[in-house]
């Protein structure tokens, strides 16, 4: 619906905001079902495809955390967004030559799936977060460890010195039931808690099913047009 007063420029679109609030309140809700304090759940706002000017207007309405799925995309976002205090997760598939660029301006990477990226991102001197991402389909393509290899891959994580491991992430596959799939996640959690005491965060949770993945425990959402609208086709 288009609004018949023009924005004046410069300030936040209601219906972002109201996005959000509605977001922002469906966390409270799914936090009370389960029992959680909202304050431990990170929600990441999906950004892909939107110009920098959307973020602009969710860092005026108080989000911090970015998320983004394509290198350079969100390469030159990083830059042009390089004043404000903003925590950038990069999402998507890491390509092992680009890794070193990704890490170059990403806080946080939620799709470590191989040993070969490990080496790869790994080597540099600073320290960065990062998650194990976890295949939960039988497509290899889609991205994500096989759960069979994570032990092996957690323990090449916590070797590299370049690298803080966070926990896992996972998208629920579209052909099963989302909480079921977020219940996997949790049990795959528990099973490296011996190896990685520390590496308890879960990132799970999209538009579709975010009050799903924090009953079953998500700290780090990954929201997108839940909040933002539907993403623009790019010509
Ligand atoms: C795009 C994307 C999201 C957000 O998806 P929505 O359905 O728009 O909320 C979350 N995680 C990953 C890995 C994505 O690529």
């Known amino acids: 619906m288009v609004s018949p007063d023009a924005e004046p420029s410069g300030m936040v679109p209601d219906d972002l905001a109201a996005r ?26 999906v950004t892909k495809f939107h110009p920098v000017a959307l973020i602009e207007e969710l860092y005026a309405l108080g989000e911090r955390n970015m998320g983004e799925n394509r290198h350079q995309e969100a390469q030159s976002k990083a830059a042009l967004l390089g004043d404000l205090d903003l925590v950038w997760h990069f999402v998507g598939q890491v390509q092992g030559k680009k890794a070193r660029q990704v890490r170059a301006y990403a806080d946080v990477i939620h799709s470590v799936d191989r040993e070969s ?15 194990i991402q976890v295949n939960l389909t039988d497509d290899a393509a889609r991205g994500g460890v096989d759960p069979l290899n994570l032990p092996a891959l957690v ?13 896992l992430m996972a998208v629920a596959p579209l052909a099963e039931e989302p909480r079921r799939a977020f219940a996997r996640v949790r049990e795959l959690s528990e099973q490296i808690r011996t190896q990685a005491p520390a590496a308890i965060a879960l990132s799970m949770g999209m538009s579709q099913d975010y009050a799903a993945a924090v009953l079953e425990g998500a700290t780090h959402l990954r929201i997108g047009t839940a909040i933002t609208g539907n993403r623009p086709v790019l010509g």
């Open 20 to 45: 959000l609030h509605g977001v922002r309140a469906g966390i409270i809700d799914a936090a009370r079902l389960a029992d959680r304090d909202p304050a431990g759940i990170t929600t990441i706002v």
């Open 117 to 131: 990226l490990v080496t790869a991102l790994g080597s540099a001197e600073s320290i960065r977060d990062c998650f």
């Open 155 to 167: 323990d090449t994580v916590l070797a590299a010195p370049g690298l803080r491991l966070l926990g």
